[in-house]
């Protein structure tokens, strides 16, 4: 194992947010449920349409876009909102060696072990470091410049 050491200043910008927040929310099981639900009101709204009254309707137009587009589109909202106050003002900036991670800015530092880490996603547009279910360190790639390869490859080794 080498001793290699990769520093980055990583702002996180409304894109990357919406898009960790969006997969976050969908790719668990509860916004997959959430989907299906808001699917079945629209097929029985369709199907049945003649057969409901009109409260009926209302409500299963309702349930229909709830979880295609209430939702999400709350969750964009919270998440720019919150990229507007804050820790999110400023630039994080990260360390990352063979044992974990530090990551410092406005409201502190934090010492992360890659052992405590509950799991990594690498996607092409970004790294994702998750500390618990729904919360995670995030990573963007084009803030890493030439050294996304590289960082990805230093947190699978390091995980191992």
């Known amino acids: 194992m080498n001793d290699e050491v990769l520093e980055l200043d990583v702002k996180l910008d409304k894109k990357t947010l919406d898009r ?3 997969r976050n929310n969908f790719l668990r099981a509860g916004g997959v449920i959430g989907i ?5 009101a629209i097929v029985g709204l ?5 057969y409901f009254a009109t409260s009926q309707r209302v409500i299963l137009i309702f349930l229909g876009l709830m979880f295609t587009v209430i939702q999400p589109l709350t969750l964009l909202m919270k998440g720019r909102s ?3 106050t804050g820790a999110f003002r400023e630039p994080f900036h990260y360390t990352f060696t063979q044992t974990g991670m530090s990551v410092e800015n406005m409201a502190g530092t934090v010492e ?5 880490m509950r799991k990594v996603i690498v996607t092409k547009e970004a790294m994702y ?3 618990n279910a729904v919360s995670a360190f995030i990573i963007p790639r084009q803030e890493c410049g030439d050294d996304y390869v590289r960082l990805a490859e230093l947190v699978g080794e390091s995980r191992k």
């Not at 992360?112 to 405590?116: A, E, F, I």
């Open 46 to 50: 369709l199907v049945f349409w003649k």
């Open 36 to 40: 299906l639900i808001s699917l079945a």
């Open 20 to 22: 960790f927040l969006l």
């Open 82 to 84: 919150q990229l507007k």
């Open 129 to 131: 470091l998750y500390m």
């Open 112 to 116: 992360v072990k890659w052992s405590d």
